[in-house]
């Protein structure tokens, strides 16, 4: 079982920036994927971004172009830098990883609070 422990997370206002991080127990290069997720109060956990194993990278349409997601290999994280935040970003984030067809696994969440 993979183990994710995120952290970064926090009350920014308005247009500000947060940078999550998801470390991880295993050897991020042979997962099929990564990526984070968020969960606002009533709402569905939706997908943020995710990174597969060679690299490519996907985006919710709602956050494109004001978050990056990355990752390095040598210390088995992944990050999601966030910049112009808004009050809409607001929601617990999820770490999520794939490490094979069969498995997964997720983080225990983190608190992102864009308010003025």
């Not at 050897?27 to 709402?43: L, S, V």
């Not at 112009?84 to 992102?112: F, I, M, N």
Request: proline share 3%; charged share 15%.
């Amino acid at each position: 079982q993979v183990q994710l422990v995120e952290s970064g997370g926090g009350l920014v206002q308005p247009g500000g920036s947060l940078r999550l991080s998801c470390a991880a127990s295993g050897n991020i290069f042979t997962y099929i994927a990564m990526g984070w997720y968020r969960q606002a109060p009533g709402k569905q956990r939706e997908l943020v971004a995710s990174i597969t194993r060679d690299g490519a990278m996907n985006y919710a349409d709602s956050v494109k172009g004001r978050f990056t997601i990355s990752r390095d290999i040598a210390t088995n994280t992944v990050y999601l830098q966030m910049n112009s935040l808004k009050s809409e970003d607001t929601a617990v984030y999820y770490c999520h990883a794939r490490p094979s067809v069969s498995s997964t696994s997720w983080g225990q969440g983190t608190q992102v609070t864009v308010s003025s």
